[in-house]
């Protein structure tokens, strides 16, 4: 990734915290998607009375980008508030694996420079549709 998708999926990040609900926790995240073809696409975590339904920012930006008909994805940059960042929770590690198990993660505060891992790194030995006698399906079929 060169250094201005770098700055621009960082900026969405950020951006998408701010667009968080999380009257709970008061523990806004935001997350960012790189497809193939350079676009973005972000979401926030939203959170919910009944605690365990709330919803994590990358786990949202997944939902939209394949509602957008969207799972060619890259790279994911997670951005924070707090010392350290947070990186993606083990249910988001597991999510996004499905759609590319060598994902570039990028792990951002509210400023400075980020993170960089590689999603095998954080989710070495996963369980994935190669269990279940499939290939990932191709971008646009059900
Ligand atoms: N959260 C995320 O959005 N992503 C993560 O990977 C870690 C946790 C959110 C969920 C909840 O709204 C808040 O952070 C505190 O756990």
Redesign the pocket.
């Known amino acids: 990734m060169d250094e201005e998708t770098e700055v621009r999926l960082l900026q969405a990040a950020r951006a998408a915290m701010a667009l968080?609900y999380?009257p709970?926790?008061h523990?806004p995240?935001g997350?960012a998607l790189l497809l193939e073809d350079g676009r973005i696409v972000s979401g926030?975590?939203?959170?919910n009375a009944a605690y365990p339904v709330?919803?994590?920012?990358?786990r949202t930006a997944v939902a939209a980008a394949l509602s957008c008909g969207r799972r060619d994805f890259m790279a994911i940059a997670?951005a924070?508030r707090g010392d350290p960042p947070?990186?993606?929770?083990g249910a988001?590690r597991q999510v996004l694996s499905e759609f590319n198990p060598s994902l570039r993660v990028l792990v951002a505060g509210e400023s400075g420079p980020a993170v960089h891992h590689n999603l095998a790194d954080l989710l070495p030995w996963s369980f994935g549709p190669r269990h279940l006698g499939r290939d990932r399906a191709p971008s646009g079929s059900a």
């Open positions: 968080s999380a709970y926790s523990y995240v997350a926030a975590n939203i959170e709330s919803l994590c920012a990358e997670v924070s947070a990186p993606p929770c988001c």
